[in-house]
């Protein structure tokens, strides 16, 4: 068993969803965050990052334009936003002894440089995380993948409904 678990899957699977009933049944046993949709007319605007210390922010809108902000899809990544609120709650959670949750290792986080280097440091570090990794390869990515004390499970249709349950089986064993 590894100290860390990350979950993948295609986009849409349900990720998010179970990250969100883990941290809800762990409660303060676990810090960091986890994304949720900003939506409105027209659908998704974009993604905000809560943490799971009351904390909020944007990072990314479809109103956050290149050059100031870079590009994925149709979205303007806040880097700024990850560093000031979502590496500050990885942090408080490492330095707490708590679980850590990361949703997500995705194309949007990997272009936060401080981002990357404070993960690898609860990866290679005490820390136990449970978290959330883009599907795709990517050599950045797959730098977290790789490592020997990561469990990567698949989420797919047929076990995304108790995956939360397996999870939490899976911390209760740390």
Do not use: C
């Not at 944007?58 to 936003?81: M, W």
């Not at 979502?86 to 490492?94: D, E, L, P, S």
């Not at 050599?139 to 990561?150: C, D």
């Amino acid at each position: 068993m590894g100290k860390s678990l990350l979950m993948t899957g295609h986009p849409g699977i349900g990720k998010t969803s179970i990250i969100r009933k883990v941290v809800q049944a762990l409660g303060d046993r676990a810090g960091g965050f986890y994304t949720e949709e900003i939506t409105g007319p027209g659908g998704r605007h974009g993604i905000k990052l809560i943490t799971l210390y009351g904390e909020e922010a944007t990072l990314a809108h479809k109103d956050l334009k290149a050059p100031r902000y870079p590009r994925v899809g149709r979205y303007g990544v806040d880097t700024a936003a990850l560093d000031k609120v979502g590496v500050k709650a990885i942090k408080r959670a490492i330095r707490r002894n708590r679980i850590v949750i990361v949703d997500e290792i995705g194309l949007m986080e990997l272009y936060s440089r401080k981002f990357l280097e404070v993960l690898m440091g609860g990866f290679m570090g005490e820390a136990h995380i449970v978290g959330t990794i883009m599907s795709k390869s990517h050599p950045e990515a797959n730098a977290f993948r790789y490592l020997s004390q990561v469990e990567i499970w698949e989420i797919d249709h047929r076990n995304r409904d108790a995956m939360h349950k397996r999870v939490l089986t899976w911390v209760g064993k740390l």
